[in-house]
């Protein structure tokens, strides 16, 4: 009932930026907690960022706060990942999804993203 797009993903030079965008189909989407995921080859689909419902309140893992930055457009349906000072391991593809609240774990997420390559380079 609530497909996810991502979009923005590509290649990019270490210590550079890139904004992702995820946009959802339907009129509820204010109503849903957004969080942004990332798996790179090998490892498990890790947490990154995820905002509120409704207020957009923002939070963020250790491992990208203060140079990711989560927001939501309500009226676009759209939620975003701006991501500054990339690194090597930043490279992953990048997943939106949609639950009920702004939990860690990906199985909690409610709909999903097919996901977006991002990858960093030197």
């Known amino acids: 009932q609530v497909p996810l797009i991502e979009s923005g993903g590509g290649l990019v030079q270490a210590g550079g930026s890139l904004r992702l965008s995820c946009a959802a189909s339907g009129l509820s989407f204010r109503s849903y907690a957004m969080g942004w995921f990332r798996q790179a080859p090998g490892k498990e689909r890790e947490y990154i960022a995820a905002?509120?419902?409704?207020?957009?309140?923002?939070f963020y893992a250790d491992s990208v706060k203060g140079r990711f930055t989560i927001s939501r457009d309500n009226a676009k349906s759209t939620v975003y990942l701006e991501m500054n000072s990339l690194k090597l391991e930043d490279t992953a593809v990048y997943y939106c999804?949609?639950?009920?609240?702004?939990?860690?774990?990906?199985?909690?997420?409610?709909?999903w993203g097919q996901g977006t390559q991002v990858t960093v380079s030197s």
């Open positions: 999804a949609a639950g009920l609240g702004t939990t860690t774990t990906p199985n909690t997420y409610h709909f």
């Open positions: 905002t509120s419902a409704f207020g957009g309140s923002t």
